[in-house]
């Protein structure tokens, strides 16, 4: 079981980068795969990129492709979401996540541990 500790969110305006950070305490978080979601108010919470254990595979949604870019660094224990171009749909609660299993469905129950969540607020 792992601590993720999020952190990078805040307000930008719409195209401009914003890099979000998750990092993580216990080294089984080394062997996870992690994943961001994310959640707007009255809406569901959906899958935004995802990583495998050694950064070799990503995963992106539609709507994020091109523009965000998911990373790891082992030697940190932290998995980082570089967003860029923003746009005001990006507006909401983003989390990290990790899934023991392995990189799979982009499902939230897939994932076995949460982060707290941080805030990204894009204005027009």
């Not at 998911?70 to 899934?99: F, G, W």
């Amino acid at each position: 079981q792992v601590q993720l500790v999020e952190s990078g969110g805040g307000l930008v305006q719409a195209g401009g980068s914003l890099r979000l950070s998750c990092a993580a305490s216990g080294r089984t978080f080394a062997t996870s795969a992690v994943g961001w979601f994310r959640q707007a108010p009255g809406e569901e919470r959906e899958f935004v990129a995802g990583i495998d254990w050694s950064g070799s595979t990503t995963h992106y949604a539609d709507s994020v492709k091109g523009r965000f870019t998911i990373s790891r660094d082992h030697a940190k224990n932290t998995v980082y979401l570089q967003m860029n171009s923003l746009e005001p749909e990006d507006t909401a609660v983003y989390y990290c996540a990790t899934a023991s299993l392995g990189l799979g469905p982009s499902s939230p129950e897939w994932y076995d541990q949460w982060g707290q969540g941080t805030h990204v607020t894009v204005s027009s």
